[in-house]
Structures are given as C-alpha cells and as structure tokens.
C-alpha cells in the first residue's frame, strides 16, 4: 500500500509561483509513475501532468505546456509540479497519484493540496 501526501499549496497573485511536492511511501517509489491531476468547484477532476518511473517520459494537459513542469527524485521518494505564471483558472485542489502500471491508470491518490491564484 503506497501512502501518498502532497504539500506546497497556497494562495497566490496571478503570475506567481508555487511548487508542489508530493511524498510517497510504503513502496517502491520507482516502480511507479507519477501524476498530477486537480479539482476546481463544481468541476469534475482533470489530468495535469504525468513522469514516467525514470523521468524521461513526461505528459502535460494542453492548459499547462510550457508553464508547469513536473518532475521526480527517486532517491527522496518525491514528485514535484512547479507551477508558473499562475493563472485564476489553475485555482484547485491538487492532487498527486501513483501508477503501478503505466502513466495512464492510477492506483493510489493522495488527499490533495488547495491552490489558490488570485486576479
């Protein structure tokens, strides 16, 4: 059973930065690839981005190209998603998710990280 828990959100300007993190346990990390996916209110949760077990494969939802990059440290048992030039429609509750398989079905979630970008 892999415990997964992210960290990182906040309130933050339009334009801004945050970096989620998200710690996993109970597995072995590398065995696994990783997401990100969100919830906005009244919206039903969306994919974001996903990293393969190595790193080498990564896969962004078309809203975030170019702005947000996710990335892993296998050795700290960690996924990151940097968020940049935030936006009031990236506004949700994050959430990271491990994968036995591949990059797209999930097995474990965590319980998710608010986010919140102001105008």
């Known amino acids: 059973q892999v415990q997964l828990v992210e960290s990182g959100g906040g309130l933050v300007q339009a334009g801004g930065s945050l970096r989620l993190s998200c710690a996993a346990s109970g597995g072995t990390f590398s065995n696994y690839a990783m997401g990100w996916f969100r919830q906005a209110p009244g919206k039903e949760r969306e994919f974001v981005a996903a990293?393969?077990?190595?790193?080498?494969?990564?896969d962004y939802v078309d809203s975030v190209k170019g702005r947000f990059t996710i990335s892993r440290d296998n050795a700290k048992n960690t996924v990151y998603l940097q968020m940049n030039s935030l936006k009031p429609e990236d506004t949700a509750i994050y959430y990271c998710?491990?994968?036995?398989?591949?990059?797209?079905?999930?097995?474990?979630w965590g319980q998710g990280t608010q986010v919140t970008v102001s105008s």
């Open positions: 998710a491990a994968g036995r398989l591949s990059m797209a079905s999930y097995d474990y």
């Open positions: 990293i393969n077990w190595s790193g080498v494969r990564r």
